[in-house]
Nanobody, 119 residues
């Protein structure tokens, strides 16, 4: 199970930190990622972390502004979002899987999302 939190409303240039708390079998969480979906747009991958190695990967649109990290003791993955822009407004979802699907839509475990609004 994946539960996101930390969303909210912020002004452009501000920051938010999203959290994704995971429970259940750990083998399903070898790779965890954040996705987002804005109204009227397709869901897109934002950032991915390999939980074993800590290796990260980012979409070009957020590179240098967003940071994905993890706290293995808390079974939690974070997305630190800085220098937020209105175009970052979206529902943000956490995803996990055994396989590394990078930022594709193939992840089999999804949270329900947390809303981020940048004005």
């Amino acid at each position: 199970q994946l539960v996101e939190s930390g969303g909210g409303s912020v002004q452009a240039g501000g920051s938010l930190r999203l959290s994704c708390a995971a429970s259940g079998y750990t083998y399903n969480r070898n790779c965890m990622a954040w996705f987002r979906q804005a109204p009227g747009k397709e869901r897109e991958g934002v950032a991915r972390i390999a939980t074993g190695s800590g290796n990260t990967y980012y979409a070009d649109s957020v590179k240098g502004r967003f940071t994905i990290s993890q706290d293995n003791a808390k079974n939690t993955v974070y997305l630190q979002m800085n220098s937020l822009k209105p175009e970052d407004t979206a529902m943000y979802y956490c995803a996990a899987d055994f396989f590394n699907f990078q930022l594709s839509q193939q992840y089999r475990n999804w949270g329900r999302g947390t809303q981020v609004t940048v004005s």
